[in-house]
């Protein structure tokens, strides 16, 4: 039996993309049974990707909510949103609200200090941190591949928080006492704690925290003093995630501006390979981690300039990223991670994981299947879960935003709208109560939560969710799904012919029609879906660990799609 507990932690701007990727597979219901604890933490509290994902992250919370509730839910079983998060948010308070801490020589400043100690201390900062750059640039937007600062700063600002939570609790900050609340969790299960952390290792924050983590949380811990960790015991991963993309490279008036301390991805490559040589003699690293995942990118990075931008943008609110196909697969490492047997995490020494992808002979395109986000030796059926749940989540996205039009604009109510189809038949209406047991508000989030999955139509034009940037990220390579599956015309979208439940480029796994073959004599896989959910689908209550109307509701499409799916 597995008496596990789950931990998740995201540090930096591509730390939350990753997370927003884990998410999204905890909605279509990878993470069954588990209840998850997740950190973000950075050094920007108003970077674009952070404030996204955890918007996702309150919004899949509220979908899990029981109505009228303020406790997040439970764990479900082999349903949609069967995971359960608990989200805490940590940000160091470096920068612009504070300009006593705005760059590292007023945060290192120490009043009425002696003249002789005050110039030991600037000599040794001398020698370790270039004087008119590195110590003076804003620390507002985070540590721009300055990993030697940024190392310093974010394990002196986990130790600070716990002083200040430690000091008085009442007075300390919101981020403090989450960052503590987090930690006391993840220290009280002690050896039944599995803990991922997900961050790059070519930029700032995630390269200078990934390190620093265990050791930091451990120090933190001890100022409580109510538990401590013990490494020997906990299992810790983390993503070794090198670059994948780039953009415009700044200019000389920004740098200028920025005292020649901004990011540049020209540098990516070799801060990769520097990063990955510490990563493997480093003796912190080797002590704290059991599994490190190697995840890279094979060909062309994606280029994340905006044609608007005049200048390298280095955090903020307007760090919103697409979302890119590795992220998904740093998301894949963590299920890969919470599955394993515990005798597989018995290891002295840090384990490291990688897998290649199929390439198609003479091209530069790729085969991603199943088994390359999951599986692989010993367990294939793994690439039939996640094909099976990733895809009925797509066809219940566009049942929900094309059949019943909820993309089109947000006053189209499209779950209510697919509840008010099924109640036309008198046996689903009188034995489920969908309608009278969900309110408008629960049903509308679901129809928000399929935006951000997949589409919206913004004054007629798409805007591409998760799951389209993914598919898009691939540049040509194949996807599981067939490319119709990630239709683009808004106008196509609306028609009447397209269909929610062909998507698979494996035709056994799409939906089937009421005559047996797509499109003959009239008939659509959706009347065959409707069929299911009256005749074969019923929520099992026990067994899906359900006890909602909402959670009926989702198990009951659950049901019936992963039985039109045929893969069990």
Known sequence: MNDSKYFVIAIGGTGMRCLESFVHLCAVGLFDDKEIN?????????????????SLIHLYSSIKRKKGSSEEGHPNHNTFFSAKLNLYSFYTSFGDKDKARDNYVNLSSVPNQEESLKQDNEDLSDLFLEKDSVQQFDLAHGFRAQTHLGSMLMYHGIIEAARN?????????????????????????????????????????GASSIPILPMAFKQAVAIQGKFSLNFQEMKFATTLLTQYFTFSSPDEKQRKAEKGIVADAKLFPVNSQAAL?????????????????????????????????????????EQKNACHVVELL???????????????????????????????????????????????????????????????????AHVILSKHQAAFDEDIHGTKAFIDFLNQNEDIKNKYHYETGLEIEEMDQIDKYMRQFAYSVVNSKLR??????????????NFIFKKDAFESDPIRLKSKDFDPGNIFVEEAHNWPTESGIIGIGGETSYNKLITILKTKAEPKEQEQHLTTIKEKFLAHLYNAITIAQKFV
């Open 277 to 317: 040589q510490f990563y493997q003699n480093d003796a912190t690293v080797k002590e704290c981690y059991r599994s490190l995942y190697h995840v890279g990118w094979p060909f062309g990075t994606s280029d994340y300039t905006n044609v608007s931008d005049t200048k390298t943008v280095t955090g903020g609110n």
């Open 330 to 396: 740093c998301a894949s490492a963590a299920f890969d991670f919470f599955n394993r047997k515990e005798s597989e995490l018995s290891n002295v020494d840090a384990q490291y994981y990688f897998h290649g992808v199929e390439q198609i002979p003479g091209t530069q395109t790729y085969n991603f299947t199943g088994n390359t986000f999951v599986g692989g030796s010993g367990n294939e059926h793994l690439a039939d879960v996640f094909t099976n749940k990733l895809g009925a989540f797509l066809s219940f």
């Open 464 to 477: 591409r969710g998760w799951i389209y940037q993914i598919f898009d990220s691939l540049k040509g390579s």
């Open 165 to 205: 939570v430690s000091l008085n609790k009442n007075t300390a900050s919101k981020q403090d006492c989450e960052l503590i609340e987090f930690l006391d969790k993840m220290a009280e299960a002690g050896k039944q704690a599995r803990v991922f952390i997900f961050g790059s290792v070519f930029g700032g924050t």
């Open 38 to 54: 997740v950190l973000t933490l950075d050094t920007d509290a108003q970077n674009g990707n952070k404030e996204r994902t955890e």
